[in-house]
């Protein structure tokens, strides 16, 4: 009866382990990181009238690109570190004639974010 509790017991923790209600000490956690990475500088070299083809040089790919919606790029990016500390960020770029002429979101040409310490 008793290995048969005990079993049990170490089977539960493990699920739990593995779903992150636990942490055991000296368990090593990774950072997950999604999107595309956006830095201030890459939103600073963004300027009104840019071609497509100059943005995506400067930004990268757009992480969604709409096909109902060609005019429109998002860009997503977020990071989960080890500690369980997670941050987001999001800019969009709006295009009319293929032209730059919107850059909404966390970021904006010569504003610097607040400082994450």
Request: with cysteine.
């Amino acid at each position: 009866m008793l290995s048969r509790l005990t079993a049990t017991l170490l089977l539960a923790m493990t699920f739990a382990t593995g779903c992150g209600y636990f942490q055991f000490p000296g368990i090593h956690r990774v950072e997950v990181q999604q999107g595309n990475i956006i830095t201030q500088d890459m939103v600073d070299q963004l300027r009104p009238g840019m071609t497509k083809s100059q943005v995506r040089y400067i930004m990268g790919t757009p992480l969604l690109a709409d096909s109902f919606h060609q005019n429109r790029w998002d860009y997503y990016y977020s990071i989960k570190k080890a500690d369980g500390k997670e941050t987001q960020e999001q800019v969009t770029l709006l295009f009319s004639d293929d032209r730059l002429t919107t850059i909404r979101g966390d970021r904006a040409p010569g504003v610097s974010p607040p400082d994450e310490t």
